[in-house]
């Protein structure tokens, strides 16, 4: 790999770039054809959707990643009895990385459909084939090389919402700061980017774009592409999250035709853990944006259609067949849909919130605020696992965090082990019964936060220039609005017969749409708990598929 990868995938290198073995590539012939390319056949170029997974039979690749600015770089070369290739080939999406043939090459190109097919089929080679596909992904986003570029101030609220997003799908990019770095400024000149038009983004194909939205980014990198408008899916699911993820990959893995839908990312709010230790099978915890990425290409391993960033914004449908309405006038046909939209960020009532929202008051904590937090003190306002996991991850990386809760402790709220781990650290004060007041700053910048004890009124004043919000959340079902939905007094989804007689747990009032995850009226709002409902309403889609005649013939 590249010089830049870390050690710990440089230790993987065989993992990553296996050779394969005489019987090994006989029992991959059957899922490719044979392909030849003469010397200097560019075989794949960063920006444009690659013909599969190349497989070469004789002959060198060179692989080279290019991230828009300077030379390419070298990443390393192929030879018989290895391939070419990454998660991109798994689903159909642009490649990272350029492919250029060194000589004469003989191969056997496997495209994306019979990639998974062989995943699959050859369940010992398929796993050798999906780790080294994922520990080259990781390769890539370590290194920072390949993938979009984005230019502008590193304190811009715009960067910081586009660095998130593309962090939180997966895909390799790097920023770069507009006033210091040479290379930002001689494409800002070459292009004549007036400042006030930043950030700008470099996708691979070429294409300059001036401060895009994330569905426009995720069109002009490959992550989105237009629906296949005749297609009938067995299922939709909407919402990428735990739930939304487990369904899809217990549905596509029984053969049922899945499509989800998701209009951030995918993840939810579990992606957004810095590390979740309670979760059965890892003792020694994970993180959850690694947790849900490996759900993520696990769905796609199975032939799960991604359609992310994209909102639904209407279902409709006489219940044997459903539209639901998304972005850009697009529709998706389905026999059955599984709501599981999750909750979004509960914000504070405070008047001049959204102006220092992206750029000092923070949702998320991940290693991009970390960085912008970093040697400072800053404050945390939560008292659930969620906080207390952000809480100790930015105690490792700033001089220190104030943790504000409403309640009078944090027990009642939050996981053993996270209070006792919250009380070790000497940079974390804790301070109960203790809400927001005030914020202050200008420019988008926050400069002072006051905070107000709610038994004393006493009202304390600290230069804070970031604050992390972790108050919970509520249900994303706005868009259910005018569908026919029952939902209950607080917005939740209602499942079960006592909603409609004869429906199962996880059905709602209209038949064939389920509902599981923490939109759901009395789901336990826990990971694990969002992972089971989603393998259970599996089965309840086969049962009502099967009853109401409407499975794929």
């Known amino acids: 790999m590249a010089p830049s990868v870390s050690p710990t995938i440089a230790a993987r290198r065989d993992q990553m770039f296996p050779v394969l073995t005489d019987a090994d590539i006989e029992r991959m ?12 056949d560019h075989i794949v170029t960063a920006g444009t959707v690659s013909p599969g997974l190349i497989l070469i039979l004789s002959g060198k690749v060179d692989i080279t990643q290019a991230g828009g600015l300077g030379p390419r770089e070298a990443i390393i070369s192929h030879g018989a009895g290895n ?3 990454e998660l991109a080939q798994l689903s159909n999406r642009p490649s990272l990385v350029n492919a250029e043939a060194n000589g004469p090459v003989e191969a056997i190109v496997i495209p994306s459909q019979r990639l998974r097919d062989l995943m699959v089929q050859e369940a010992n080679l398929g796993e ?25 101030p590193p304190g811009s609220g715009d960067v910081l919402r586009l660095q998130g997003f593309l962090r939180r799908s997966g895909l390799p990019h790097r920023a770069l700061d507009s006033d210091t770095d040479p ?72 053969g049922l035709s899945t499509i989800v839908l998701d209009c951030r990312a995918f993840g939810g709010q579990a992606g957004a853990s810095a590390r979740i230790e309670n979760y059965l099978g890892f003792p020694t915890g994970i993180t959850g944006m690694a947790l849900m990425a490996r759900a993520y290409n696990q769905a796609q391993k199975f032939g799960v259609e991604m359609v992310i960033p994209d909102e639904a914004k209407l279902l409709d449908g006489d219940g044997a067949r459903y539209q639901l309405a998304i972005g850009d006038g697009e529709t998706v046909r389905s026999r059955a849909v599984v709501i599981a939209s999750g909750a979004r960020y509960r914000r504070l009532d405070i008047a001049n919130l959204a102006q220092f929202e992206g750029t000092s008051v923070h949702y998320w904590a ?28 930015l105690a490792s990386q700033v001089r220190k965090v104030t943790l504000l809760a409403r309640r009078d402790s ?30 202050a700053g200008s420019e988008g910048n926050l400069e002072t936060l006051r905070w107000r004890n709610r038994t004393t009124g006493e009202e304390t004043m600290r230069a ?12 994303n079902t706005d868009w259910l609005a005018n569908c026919n939905v029952a939902l209950d007094a607080k917005g939740f989804v209602r499942t079960g017969p006592d909603t409609t007689p004869g429906h199962g747990l996880m059905e709602t009032s209209r038949s064939g749409v389920f509902a599981i995850g923490d939109v759901r009226c009395g789901s336990t709002k826990r990971v694990a708990a969002a992972v089971g409902e989603g393998a259970q309403v599996v089965a309840a889609l086969h049962a009502y598929l099967a009853r109401d005649g409407a499975a794929r013939p």
């Open 464 to 475: 804070i220039r970031h604050l992390f919000l972790f108050i919970g959340a509520d249900p």
């Open 366 to 393: 991940s290693p991009i605020e970390a960085r912008l937090c970093q040697d400072q003190e800053v404050a945390l306002v939560g008292a659930g696992n969620s906080a207390g996991q952000a809480a100790v991850y």
């Open 183 to 254: 290379c930002a400024k001689t494409l800002i000149e070459r292009f004549h980017v007036d400042p006030h038009h930043l950030p700008i983004v470099l996708c691979p194909n070429g294409k300059l774009m001036h401060n895009p939205g994330e569905t426009e980014l995720a069109r002009c990198v490959g992550l989105l592409r237009p629906i296949d408008a005749d297609k009938i899916y067995d299922v939709a699911i909407v919402g990428a999250g735990p739930a939304g993820l487990a369904a899809a990959v217990y549905a596509a893995s029984e």
């Open 128 to 152: 050798r084939v999906m780790r080294a596909l994922i520990l080259r992904r990781v390769g890539l986003l370590e290194s920072g090389a390949s993938g979009p570029v984005v230019i502008g």
């Open 410 to 439: 944090l027990d009642a709220t939050m996981s053993r082990y996270l209070v006792e781990r919250i009380a070790a650290q000497p940079n974390i004060e804790v301070l109960t019964e203790t809400e927001v007041a005030a914020l």
């Open 83 to 85: 391939f070419v290739g």
């Open 29 to 40: 012939r059957r899922f490719g054809e044979a392909t030849a390319y003469a010397a200097g």
